[in-house]
Structure formats: C-alpha cells, structure tokens
C-alpha cells in the first residue's frame, strides 16, 4: 500500500476482497495498526489463510476479522477506510463484480480509498502449459499442472 500512496495510513481498518492465502491481510498486519477484513469465500484458500493465522501472536490475529462470503454476502458498513482487491477482480465472473462495486462503496467509509488490480486488458493469444516441478511430501510426490487459457 506504502508504494502506491506513502502517505495512505489505514486508521479505521483494511478491507482486504478476494483475500485468498493473506497476502494483503499479512501486509496490512505489519504496515499498521488498524483491523483487518479478510474477505474471501473459497474455503481451499480460506483454510491457508486460516492456518497462518493461528501461527500469529495472539495480538496481530486478534485484529483480524476473517468472512467466509463474498463482499456483498458479508454485508459490511463502514468498516474501513482503505479497500485492497488484489488478484480478485479478474477471477470474478459479471455477476459478482456487478455485485462488489455497491458492496465496496457500502463497506468503505466517505473519502475511503480504494486499490484495484485491474484484469488484463488482453487475454494471451495462445494456450499456456506449465508442468510445475515435483516435490516430495515424506513418502509421496506430488506434480502440478497450469494451464492458461488464452484467445485461440
């Protein structure tokens, strides 16, 4: 947040939209003192988010609030001052960024400021396959695949 505004000092909390594994939530953590919303309703990455919690001292993890909904589910007001949607708002389909603008205006306060990450502008013109390298988990190995779905 400091690198985009060095004078953004989050006072009444951070919204953090889409939280997934915490990197925002993390981040804000250490940048202030305010509470945190983690919004984020997709239990794998919640269930992350979660356990890095618990690792926290009892202080940073108490200034967390952690909503398994969508924004517009959560039904916040007021509750912050500075909005992250970081990595989010490109994974959404119409619907539910249709529903966060109105959801993002109720739970930010007048004047609040809010940090987008803006899908790309264009899809990438072919298929991508990425095998992803193998890790060894005691008697198990475990590969990944990512593909990404460009506009051929």
């Given at each position: 947040?400091?690198?985009?505004?060095?004078?953004?000092?989050?006072?009444?909390?951070?919204?953090?939209?889409?939280?997934?594994?915490?990197?925002?939530?993390?981040?804000?953590?250490?940048?202030?003192?305010?509470?945190?919303?983690?919004?984020?309703?997709?239990?794998a990455m919640r269930s992350s988010l979660m356990t890095r919690l618990a690792a926290l001292p009892g202080n940073r993890r108490a200034r967390v609030t952690?909503?398994?909904?969508?924004?517009?589910?959560?039904?916040?007001?007021?509750?912050?001052?500075?909005?992250?949607?970081?990595?989010?708002?490109?994974?959404?389909?119409?619907?539910?960024?249709?529903?966060?603008?109105?959801?993002?205006?109720?739970?930010?306060?007048?004047?609040?400021?809010?940090?987008?990450?803006?899908?790309?502008?264009?899809?990438p013109p072919r298929r991508i396959k990425r095998v992803l390298p193998t890790r060894?988990?005691?008697?198990?190995?475990?590969?990944?695949?990512?593909?990404?779905?460009?506009?051929?």
């Amino acid at each position: 947040m400091r690198s985009v505004s060095p004078d953004l000092k989050p006072g009444l909390g951070v919204l953090d939209v889409g939280a997934g594994t915490g990197c925002v939530t993390f981040m804000s953590l250490a940048a202030s003192g305010a509470p945190v919303h983690a919004v984020g309703p997709a239990r794998a990455m919640r269930s992350s988010l979660m356990t890095r919690l618990a690792a926290l001292p009892g202080n940073r993890r108490a200034r967390v609030t952690v909503h398994p909904h969508t924004l517009d589910e959560a039904a916040l007001r007021r509750v912050s001052d500075v909005a992250v949607c970081h990595n989010a708002v490109a994974c959404m389909n119409p619907a539910a960024r249709r529903a966060l603008w109105p959801a993002l205006a109720e739970a930010l306060v007048p004047g609040g400021v809010l940090l987008v990450q803006l899908p790309p502008a264009v899809v990438p013109p072919r298929r991508i396959k990425r095998v992803l390298p193998t890790r060894r988990v005691g008697q198990h190995a475990g590969v990944g695949i990512r593909r990404a779905v460009g506009a051929n």
